[in-house]
């Protein structure tokens, strides 16, 4: 007779855990499917897959149908005893796996994420505190070198969590390595080696220390390469900090070829702050450096194109030495349509013929070239014809007369 009634318990509280285990499954999918059609929450926010609810609700079932051949031993009921203990158990087991899936879950934040276990209690690791472990079809979590959980990768929030890990780690990199180069020193070649890999990782990264990291590499006198400037600049920091420091770094190289990359790369970067930098250098130029590289100064100047500074840009042509890459720079001023430059080329002839200092022959001989491009006007070629009759210098006069003949032709 006891065992009758223990087995009819047994299968009554079976029947309760079965039933709530039902509505309590039902009711935590729907809060999860609400909360995955908010897409910021569907980012930041990791639960158990859905499959757990339906998993635990099965077995609940299956387990209350089974417990029935318990009642089916009426003529030795204690033997039905061990029956009805295993099936209790297995709705018993339902309720710590369904409230497992319900209350496991992870909260990514800014600089930290909230991990919630199977008994509600929270617990939060900075991102910089964790390190990851493949595993089967995800990642396993460590803090401190405990285990923490899981996450594969194909369950919602997983990528978010996955980048924000490869940031980190980087960051971490940095961060163990800026510390080895404070206590040595001498590691000043390792060190810039160390930050560019990281930076090209990074790019675009608005981490302060990175910034302060990368600014007082590129302010170290030697400890770092034009190279390494230049990538820096074409992968477009963000950091206008970064960019002015460039900027003032860029005369320091004596390899002008170095130079000439780092002014190539503020083109890119579109950097007005290196504007002055790459005209002070560009003035330092001997003649056989100017035709080197003065192409490559000019179209950077050009693509940067910040009408602050075309005045001092223009100076520097028309007060060139006569070389002929000076002659291509003030054709190319010719076909930008550069603002009020037919004006000043005509006024720096009219000094040149009046011997007021405007030019040599030979930049007046660039000019002559440049104003010949410019659109058709009486004016201009009334000053071409005077030049090839006054000119000082027969070479300019045979010059102006060709070009005075060929502009006619417009």
Not at 20 to 36: L, S
Not at 67 to 90: E, H, N, Q, R
Not at 340 to 363: F, H, I, S, V
Not at 392 to 404: D, G, N, R, T
């Amino acid at each position: 007779m006891l065992a009758e009634i223990i087995i009819y318990i047994l299968f009554a509280l079976s029947a309760c855990i079965a039933a709530i285990v039902t509505v309590a499954a039902i009711r935590a999918y729907k809060a999860a499917k609400a909360d995955y059609a908010d897409s910021a929450a569907s980012r930041t926010v990791i639960r158990k897959d859905a499959v757990f609810y339906f998993i635990s609700v099965f077995i609940a079932v299956w387990a209350l149908l089974f417990m029935v051949s318990a009642l089916a031993f009426k003529d030795t009921p204690a033997a039905g005893i061990p029956i009805a203990v295993v099936f209790f158990a297995a709705e018993t087991g339902c309720v710590f796996l369904l409230r497992n899936a319900i209350n496991w879950k992870i909260e990514l934040e800014e600089d930290s994420l909230t991990h919630t276990d199977l008994f509600g209690r929270q617990n939060i690791y900075a991102y910089s505190d964790l390190t990851r472990r493949p595993w089967f079809g995800g990642y396993r979590y460590y803090a401190r070198g405990k285990f923490v959980f899981g996450v594969g990768f194909v369950r919602g929030g997983a990528a978010y969590l996955n980048k924000i890990m490869e940031s980190c780690g980087e960051e971490r990199r940095l961060s163990v390595a800026v510390k080895k180069w404070e206590s040595d020193p001498a590691t000043v070649y390792a060190r810039a080696l160390e930050v560019e890999r990281v930076f090209r990782k990074t790019a675009t990264a608005n981490d302060k220390s990175l910034v302060d990291a990368l600014i007082a590499e590129v302010n170290a006198t030697g400890a770092i390469s034009a190279e390494y400037v230049a990538d820096i600049l074409r992968a477009k920091p963000e950091d206008e900090r970064i960019l002015a420091s460039i900027a003032e770094k860029i005369p320091r190289f004596d390899d002008k070829n170095m130079q000439a990359k780092l002014v190539e790369a503020s083109a890119v970067q579109g950097n007005v702050a290196a504007v002055p930098a790459i005209i002070g250098a560009y003035r330092l130029l001997n003649d056989e450096q100017v035709s080197l590289y003065g192409a490559k100064y000019d179209k950077a100047l050009a693509a940067i194109g910040d009408e602050k500074y075309s005045r001092d840009y223009r100076e520097l042509i028309f007060d060139g030495n006569g070389a002929e890459i000076f002659a291509e720079l003030m054709r190319a001023l010719v076909k930008r349509n550069t603002p009020g430059l037919k004006e000043e080329l005509t006024a720096r002839l009219e000094a040149y013929l009046e011997g007021e200092g405007g030019c040599a022959d030979l930049a007046a001989s660039n000019m002559l070239r440049a104003l010949a491009l410019t659109e058709y006007d009486e004016t201009v070629r009334a000053l071409l014809e005077r030049v090839s009759l006054r000119a000082p210098s027969p070479e300019v006069c045979a010059l102006a007369e060709e070009l005075c003949f060929a502009y006619k032709q417009i």
